[in-house]
């Protein structure tokens, strides 16, 4: 059965990154008789440009009708000066609440090559391999025109949410942790906020339906501490929005690029929009010397989480950590004595290795 995938290249490097997905998720599904269809759509600044608008109908009808989005970057300083309604960013905002993208999954894991780049030192952050799963569509970034007030003297924002809100996200954190060791840690304030003494009293009451996870709880100001102190600890992350905002551009700098961080943003039936954390980069669009790697690690999630293909998902991500073993990098990454090549050469890099005969054997073992 065919899997329809929308491509959203948006703006800057995004055409050149999508086309490294659209690569290697050709490579995958020739090694194991998928097949992939593609529809590519505009959205962001070149839809601006092309459209009017940063989200056009075609765009959305598309994505409604699709398995799954893979998404480039949005944006540019070209349409900075722009007003709100037309900054390419309204694109991707409207696209997630169109689709009822509630789960936000953000990957980040510790490759050997790179620990050198990481702000934190190499034995704190060698071996880290967490993923923070992030409720997107509700709490106090979502507030109604009557919950935020603002007189010029005092303001209100409002966090709310409703009990099937957090189940919903806690239900998908847990069926995460399933899938990597089984370990969750649930970020709250429960010892301030009404909305965080639900949130641990639904978290407590989903445990019994996953016994082989072990669930710990903490508070938010802890755990922003020890993602610094010892990130090894942590295994799946479950929070709200705002907490899970900051938390998740926290952990991000772990790793010590941008350019290794994939995500993802699903709905309840598994549908979901797959795009790297890193921007549009438009100083070195075209140049070919993107970093492909975050964007072909997002291809990795769409296999894992919206068509269930995890053995494939692992090959890509052993293909990405074998080509970094071997020292090849894209200019951004700096690996030492590393041998510095494009964005092509990298793509064809990982598609060599997912075609390879060892590669091939190892995931065979899987099925074994």
């Not at 996870?213 to 705002?242: C, G, R, S």
Request: charged letters at 25%.
């Amino acid at each position: 059965m065919s899997k329809k995938i929308v491509l959203l290249p948006g703006d800057g490097i995004g055409n050149e990154v999508i086309q490294a997905a659209k690569d290697v998720l050709t490579a995958v599904a020739e090694e194991f008789n998928h097949t992939f269809s593609y529809q590519t759509e505009e959205i962001g600044g070149s839809a601006v440009d092309n459209h009017g608008t940063p989200l056009p109908k075609q765009t959305v009808d598309a994505c409604k009708e699709a398995d799954a989005i893979l998404l480039g970057a949005v944006g540019g300083p070209k349409w900075d000066s722009y007003p709100s309604h037309l900054r390419p960013e309204k694109g991707l905002l409207g696209i997630r609440k169109t689709l009822g993208l509630f789960a936000n999954l953000r990957p980040v894991k510790g490759f050997k090559h790179l620990l050198h780049a990481s702000p934190l030192k190499e034995d704190v952050v060698n071996g880290s391999d967490l993923l923070i799963v992030r409720e997107l569509t509700g709490g106090i970034y979502f507030g109604t025109p009557s919950e935020r007030q603002n007189d010029g003297q005092s303001v209100v924002d409002t966090l709310a949410y409703s009990k099937e809100e957090i189940e919903r996200i806690v239900d998908k954190a847990f069926q995460c942790a399933q899938l990597r060791r089984k370990h969750l840690t649930s970020v709250d304030k429960a010892n301030v906020l009404e909305s965080s003494k639900l949130w641990r009293e639904v978290v407590e009451e989903k445990k019994a339906s996953y016994p082989d996870v072990a669930v710990e709880h903490l508070l938010v100001d802890a755990a922003a501490m020890k993602l610094i102190t010892n990130p090894n600890q942590f295994d799946v992350i479950v929070t709200e929005n705002m907490f899970g905002d900051i938390l998740s551009d926290e952990a991000s700098v772990l790793t010590g690029s941008l350019g290794m961080l994939p995500s993802a943003s699903l709905r309840e039936d598994g549908v979901g929009l797959y795009e790297p954390v890193h921007g549009s980069a438009p100083d070195i669009a075209g140049h070919g010397v993107a970093n492909p790697l975050a964007m072909i690690l997002s291809t990795a999630l769409m296999l894992r989480h919206t068509f269930h293909l995890e053995h494939e998902a692992q090959l890509i991500e052993s293909a990405v950590k074998e080509v970094l073993d071997q020292g090849y990098h894209t200019p951004d990454l700096q690996l030492a004595n590393g041998k510095k090549i494009g964005t092509e050469a990298m793509t064809e890099k990982i598609v060599e290795f997912i075609k390879s005969e060892s590669a091939s054997k190892s995931i065979m073992s899987c099925y074994a």
